[in-house]
């Protein structure tokens, strides 16, 4: 096994694709987004910036904490001891630098990488696994194809994959249930009296709030802020549009936090797939036979490590079979 397409370029496709560029293996990486990262995102307004998707990563197994050790050493990471809790298990908090999507490039170095590329299809033949995006099938060929896409949309590749009977993985990943999450990013041109972290009841609109140009390596003056809805609240307005989000969410802001000042940007945006509510259970999936697999975060959590510890434990499925094709 030599040639493997890895779907999706959040956490989970860009840790696998690491392992298998480090195993000497051919990676090609596809993934609809305009950048990598997935739900490490950050969105970038000339001196703003907002990680406007997950807000810090902790830490709790051996393994992610191994692979901390050196995106620290080459600065792609940083703590955050602004939101660092002073006990318990991943009190400390980290940020990747400048941007929380900055470790995904780290991550994909060596792999071959198409973004603004949606699969649609994937399929086997003689030849091996193919894929297929909107202007149909792409030119390579593969040895095995691992998805990492949230579960509602990689049922739909396995549950139409071609060649394969993959109805078994579609059905199992159809278990794996989502909250959506409305985020509003809001910078000022003064700063506002509030602590640097905030995180509120459930039940109201709002779930998080923090002010993002506090992190480390941000411009402290753009006074960037980042608010969560709380995951109910995004649910029953899931559909309303971005504008009538900001004006909901900055309500319920600026009656929380007291905030008189208007603010100089203001932008909305609805990640449907936000945080899993209910996770599969298992690390990954892996047909060896006919070398296909899946990884996320939705297999076995609802962080970034989980996403991480995922595409690890399939890397060692992948790695496990490949060994014996000499
Ligand atoms: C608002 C919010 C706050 C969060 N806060 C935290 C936090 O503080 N700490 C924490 O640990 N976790 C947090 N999370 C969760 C964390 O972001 C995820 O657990 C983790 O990033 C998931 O990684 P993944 O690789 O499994 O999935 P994703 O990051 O979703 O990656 C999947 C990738 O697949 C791509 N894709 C989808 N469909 C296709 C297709 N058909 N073809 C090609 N590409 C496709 C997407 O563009 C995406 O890049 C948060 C998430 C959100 C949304």
Not at 22 to 51: E, Q
Not at 95 to 109: D, E, I, K, Y
Not at 297 to 322: K, M, P, Y
Request: proline residues 4%.
């Amino acid at each position: 096994m030599r040639n493997i397409a890895v779907i999706g370029a959040g956490m989970a496709g860009c840790a696998l694709a690491r392992r298998l560029v480090d195993a000497g293996l051919s990676v090609h990486v596809f993934d609809k987004g305009r950048a990598a990262g997935g739900r490490m995102a950050t969105r970038v307004d000339g001196r703003r910036r907002f990680d406007h998707g997950a807000q810090f990563m902790s830490i709790r197994g051996n393994r992610l904490a191994a692979m901390l050790v050196d995106w620290q050493r080459a600065g792609g990471v940083a703590p955050w001891p602004q939101a660092t809790r002073s006990s318990g298990e991943g009190g400390v908090r980290w940020v990747g630098v400048p941007g929380m999507n900055a470790l995904a490039p780290r991550l994909l170095w060596g792999a071959e990488v198409s973004n603004g590329t949606t699969v649609s299809a994937i399929g086997a033949d003689r030849l091996g696994w193919w894929l297929a995006c909107g202007s149909g099938r792409l030119p390579d060929c593969f040895d095995a194809v691992l998805v990492t896409i949230p579960a509602p949309q990689a049922a739909g590749l396995f549950a139409n994959c071609a060649g394969v009977d993959a109805t078994h993985f579609a059905e199992t990943v159809r278990r794996i249930r989502y909250a959506p999450c409305w985020t509003l990013m809001l910078s000022f041109d003064v700063r506002l009296d509030a602590a640097d972290c905030l995180r509120f009841e459930p039940g109201g609109v709002l779930n998080w709030a923090a002010r993002d140009s506090c992190k480390p390596q941000r411009d402290a003056a753009s006074e960037c802020w980042v608010v969560h809805a709380d995951p109910q609240w995004s649910a029953a307005h899931l559909e309303l549009s971005p504008g009538q989000i900001v004006s909901l969410l900055f309500e319920a802001f600026a009656a929380a936090l007291g905030v008189t000042a208007a603010p100089v940007h203001q932008a909305a945006h609805r990640w449907r797939h936000a945080r899993v509510v209910e996770p599969l259970g298992q690390d990954c999936l892996w047909d060896g036979v006919n070398r296909i697999g899946y990884a996320s975060d939705g297999c076995l959590g609802e962080r970034i490590e989980d996403a991480f510890d995922s595409a690890n434990a399939l890397a060692d499925r992948v790695l496990q079979t490949g060994a014996g094709d000499g």
